[in-house]
């Protein structure tokens, strides 16, 4: 399978951005689909992860009363909604999916990753 991520560009702070993360290629065997962001001179930190089975879904701490995340299983495909955006946002958002049956967020539990979407939050 591979993903392709979309929909990052450039934004005023408190704006809104809906990514897309489109699945090429069968998800069986993937249990969970996730959006991670690295943001210039940071690590590679985790934003929200969507299971693939119930639909259960988590978000970081950080964004969790901005962002949503949803996933459609038709489309193979998952969306970050994400509101009142600031500087801190500022990054290359990756989606990636996991095989892996226990969940977790670690970036290491990811099989598969996308090629990133630029998300610029300035005025």
């Known amino acids: 399978v591979q993903l392709q991520a979309s929909g990052g560009g450039l934004v005023q702070p408190g704006g809104s951005l809906r990514l897309s993360c489109a699945a090429s290629?069968?998800?069986?065997?993937?249990?969970?689909l996730a959006w991670f962001r690295q943001g210039p001179g940071k690590e590679r930190e985790f934003v929200g992860i969507v299971s693939l089975g119930r639909g259960n879904s988590y978000l970081a701490d950080s964004v969790r009363d901005r962002f949503a995340i949803a996933r459609n299983d038709a489309s193979r495909a998952t969306y970050l909604e994400m509101k009142n955006l600031n500087s801190e946002d500022t990054a290359v958002y990756y989606c990636a999916a996991s095989s892996a049956a226990t969940p977790s967020i670690a970036a290491t539990a990811f099989d598969v990753w996308g090629q990133g979407t630029q998300v610029t939050v300035s005025s």
């Open positions: 290629g069968s998800l069986h065997g993937y249990y969970a």
